[in-house]
């Protein structure tokens, strides 16, 4: 069954709703015992609420992974939580004003857009992400909590301190200014960007024997598309800060999503490139890691 297309996606939805009734749960019961904070600081009792609830999620989805054993069932849950949260933090607030609807927007489009990128790729519950696999070689005695710690609650920790941009920036007075505009171009330009370099893998894959991926964003960038999720992430963090200087301390949200790229997702990334393609070596000396420009020279084109 678990090759079953039709089959794997239904068991993923049915492990998101267990998950996002359980956290439903906690929100609310949790919601009234820490009522008092509420009234005294408003802030600290989101951070209670969401951080709580958002583990009790990614433990139901933990375990739903370990039933099916695909820790890669977790995937989604990057994306489709903030899409979830923001939401509920409007609603909870009453606060529909236009500034926040902005927000709305952004965080919507972006994660729409990644689940859909994702669903496209997802084929069942046989394929497993292969850097899961190499945890799983390396700590098969200990795999089921570097599962549960490394692959599900780590990340959720790091969208949880990005979301409290959102959190605080829905708090805060809407008096737009130049950083204000400025931050969300370059929130658009970063979900643009992930986007591009989405689609310009995808037609690449779709050519017979295709080899390294080095065209469009690629040439410039080998890794366009964490560029563009670490852009999202920061100006997420910048909006809000045009808002509210004195929350700059939520800039360790952006700060921990790119020590996440930069020090487990592109080794673990470019190790599998450069065992798959013989040609990727010279590819890291003529092009840069995130940046899309400038580029490093290429002697070839000299």
């Known amino acids: 069954m678990k090759k079953n297309r039709v089959f794997s996606f239904a068991v993923i939805l049915l492990a998101y ?10 929100w609310h019961y949790l919601g009234l015992y820490l009522a008092n904070i509420r009234n005294d600081n408003l802030f ?20 739903f992974s370990t039933i099916f054993n695909n820790a890669s ?40 857009r990644l689940t859909i990128n994702w669903a496209l790729s997802f084929k069942d519950l046989t394929i497993q992400d292969f850097r899961y696999d190499h945890y799983k070689q390396k700590f098969p005695k200990l795999w ?5 710690f490394g692959i599900h609650l780590f990340p959720t920790l790091v969208v949880f301190l990005g979301m409290l941009s959102v959190i605080a920036y829905m708090q805060a ?4 200014n130049l950083a204000t505009f400025m931050s969300i ?38 890794h366009p598309n964490y560029l563009g999720e670490i852009t999202f992430w920061l100006s997420l963090y910048l909006i809000m800060l045009s808002l509210a200087e004195n929350m700059w301390i939520l800039g360790l949200g952006p700060m ?20 798959k393609y013989p040609e990727y070596a010279e590819y890291k000396k ?12 290429n002697p070839k084109d000299e």
């Open 73 to 112: 069932i977790y995937d989604p849950y990057w994306s489709v939580l903030p899409m979830v949260m923001v939401v509920v933090f409007a609603k909870d607030l009453a606060n529909f004003a236009p500034h926040t609807w902005i927000m709305i927007a952004l965080v919507e489009v972006w994660g729409l």
């Open 144 to 148: 089921p909590l570097v599962n549960l």
């Open 17 to 26: 709703l267990v998950a996002f009734i359980g956290g439903a749960l906690v």
């Open 173 to 176: 007075t809407p008096i737009f």
């Open 256 to 275: 921990v999503v790119l020590l996440l790229f930069g020090f487990v997702s592109v080794p673990l990334m470019e190790k599998h490139l450069s065992s």
């Open 44 to 63: 600290s009792y989101y951070i209670l609420l969401f951080l709580v609830s958002d583990v009790v999620a990614t433990i139901i989805i933990w375990i």
């Open 185 to 222: 171009a370059l929130c658009i330009a970063a979900i643009a960007i992930e986007m591009v370099a989405d689609i310009q893998m995808k037609q690449a894959r779709k050519k017979p024997h295709h080899g390294l991926i080095i065209t469009g964003l690629w040439k410039r960038s080998r």
């Open 286 to 297: 003529t092009t840069n890691t995130f940046l899309i420009f400038p580029a490093k020279s």
